[in-house]
């Protein structure tokens, strides 16, 4: 298909390459599980925790969310990201093998963050995006706990670029992290110029379907305590207001600046338009 070529990076551009810095543990057995036959990717890691390698050798305690200096890295959007998706965690919108996909969303601290923005898009079983509706297209938002959880299916292959799975994660009044995830065991993980193994995830066969995990961890400040999930934004002037249904489209106020809305979604404390790029453009 015409297009899918840009989801490649010009040489030289490294615009969607991970941070570099020091290899951590959680990179270590990441690497372990790429290199591991196959019988051993099945389940054999969670996404980020884990203290045995595949053939049970005991690891130091791994921290709970993360070695604290890798925050999920960024990749690029590619040319198929539409806003607007609808608000579900089920997209089942054609034939395919059945994924469903939990995790959870944390910041640097290990703290999940509840009412973290997941938008979520990917190819059918044929390889194919919709971009002219919202088939395999949708946002949800992370629970008290920072979990979530997509129906899907996996998606099928197009030309020059291994399986995936695009998503946009944004803790609230936080920048966007817009990455890609990957699928363990995939011959072109090798030859795709974007995989990188930090954002494969854990897959297990169950029946008919496949079951993933991986959770992500924004590049956002924690204090340890209980979550901060809200950014106490004192009250506004605007029409904008909290616990609203929008519908795409609507255009309020919020001290002294217009936005439009282009998420449908149900408004709420932290998630205010200048907070949320995702969800409302300046007009
Ligand atoms: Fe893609």
């Not at 604290?68 to 960024?74: L, M, N, V, W």
């Not at 959007?77 to 608000?87: D, L, M, R, T, V």
């Not at 919108?93 to 059945?98: F, K, N, Q, S, V």
Request: glycine share 10%; hydrophobic share 30%; aromatic share 8%.
């Amino acid at each position: 298909m015409t297009g899918e070529q840009s989801e490649h990076p010009p040489i030289g551009d490294t615009a969607g390459s991970p941070p570099t810095g020091g290899i951590t543990r959680k990179k270590l057995l990441k690497a372990a599980v790429v290199a591991a036959p196959a019988p051993f990717l099945v389940g054999a890691l969670p996404a980020l925790a884990g203290n045995r390698t595949p053939s049970g050798q005991s690891l130091d305690p791994t921290p709970y969310c993360d070695d604290g200096d890798d925050p999920t890295p960024p990749q690029m959007e590619g040319p198929y990201f539409k806003p607007n998706s609808p608000q579900r965690t089920s997209m089942l919108d054609g034939t395919g093998t059945r994924l469903v996909l939990t995790g959870t969303v944390y910041g640097l601290a290990c703290q999940p963050i509840a009412n973290a923005l997941l938008d979520f898009w990917q190819a059918d079983a044929n390889g194919a995006y919709d971009n002219t509706g919202f088939r395999f297209r949708g946002h949800q938002y992370t629970n008290s706990q920072g979990a979530f959880s997509l129906t899907t299916i996996v998606p099928g292959l197009y030309p020059g670029r291994t399986r995936h799975i695009h998503v946009k994660v944004q803790a609230p009044g936080r920048p966007i992290l817009t990455t890609q995830l990957y699928f363990p065991g995939e011959p072109r993980n090798a030859t795709d110029s974007l995989y990188n193994p930090a954002l494969l995830m854990s897959i297990q066969n169950v029946g008919t379907e496949r079951r993933a995990t991986f959770d992500f961890v924004l590049n956002v400040n924690q204090t340890p305590g209980p979550t901060p999930t809200s950014t106490g934004t004192p009250p506004p002037s605007g029409t904008w207001r909290a616990g609203v249904s929008y519908p795409v489209g609507t255009q309020v106020s919020y001290n002294s600046l217009n936005y439009r809305c282009q998420i449908a979604h149900t408004s709420m404390v932290g998630w205010e338009p200048p907070n949320a790029p995702a969800l409302w453009q300046r007009i």
